[in-house]
Structures are given as structure tokens and as C-alpha cells.
């Protein structure tokens, strides 16, 4: 089996930075598309960045210039650099890919993390 964890989340200031990082484990072959999505109280998870196998990336217009997302294949992570943070950034942070298992190299699976908590409060 294969599965994703997220770390990086916390309490940070309006202004401040964070950056959450993903870590792929298990019988993996490939990981393919990655991405971060969140999701407010009360609201629906969308999608807030989002890269390639090939490195192309593009992000929801909401965080767009202040986020930045990468991925180091060596490793299976994938990482979201956060900046000018604001209060509407408060969510519950998941992340999510494309794997291939060494049992089946050309049958993608979708997988989520568990989520991390990510507060911008004064």
C-alpha cells in the first residue's frame, strides 16, 4: 500500500510564512500529478496548487504570486512554500497524487493525506 502525510501546519501571523511538506511512503513505483488542496469550515476542499510530472505547475487564483509549489522526485515529497499569509488562508491543508505501486506500474492510484491544520491569526 501506498499513502501520503502532511507536515508543516500551525499558527502563524497574518504576513508570516509556512511551508507544508508531503511525504509518499509504501510499495511505490511513480508518483505522477501532485497537488495541495484545502478545505475552510463550512466549505468544500478545492484545489489551491497543483504540478506536473514534468514540473508544470498552476495554482488557484487566490493564492497565486504569494504560494509556491515543488516537488523532489528523489524524495516522493511534494512541498507548498506559503507566503503573505492572510486570515482566509485558515484551512485544513491535504495533499494528493497520482501513485503507481511496484505491483502494477501502469495503474495510477488517487491518494490523500490525512490533512494538516494551517490557522493565520493575530
Known amino acids: 500500500q501506498v499513502q501520503l502525510v502532511e507536515s508543516g501546519g500551525g499558527l502563524v501571523q497574518p504576513g508570516g510564512s509556512l511551508r507544508l511538506s508531503c511525504a509518499a511512503s509504501?510499495?511505490?513505483?511513480?508518483?505522477?500529478?501532485m497537488a495541495w488542496y484545502r478545505q475552510a469550515p463550512g466549505d468544500q476542499r478545492v484545489l489551491v496548487a497543483h504540478?506536473?510530472?514534468?514540473?508544470?505547475?498552476n495554482y488557484a487564483d487566490s493564492v497565486k504570486g504569494r504560494f509556491t509549489i515543488s516537488r523532489d522526485d528523489a524524495k516522493n515529497t511534494v512541498s507548498l512554500q506559503m507566503n503573505s499569509l492572510k486570515p482566509e488562508d485558515t484551512a485544513v491543508y491535504y495533499c494528493?497524487?497520482?501513485?503507481?505501486?511496484?505491483?502494477?506500474?501502469?495503474?495510477?492510484?488517487?491518494?490523500w493525506g490525512k490533512g494538516t491544520l494551517v490557522t493565520v491569526s493575530p
Open positions: 504540478i506536473t510530472s514534468d514540473r508544470r505547475t
Open positions: 494528493n497524487a497520482e501513485i503507481s505501486s511496484i505491483y502494477g506500474a501502469y495503474r495510477y492510484q488517487d491518494v
Open positions: 509504501g510499495s511505490i513505483n511513480r508518483v505522477n500529478d
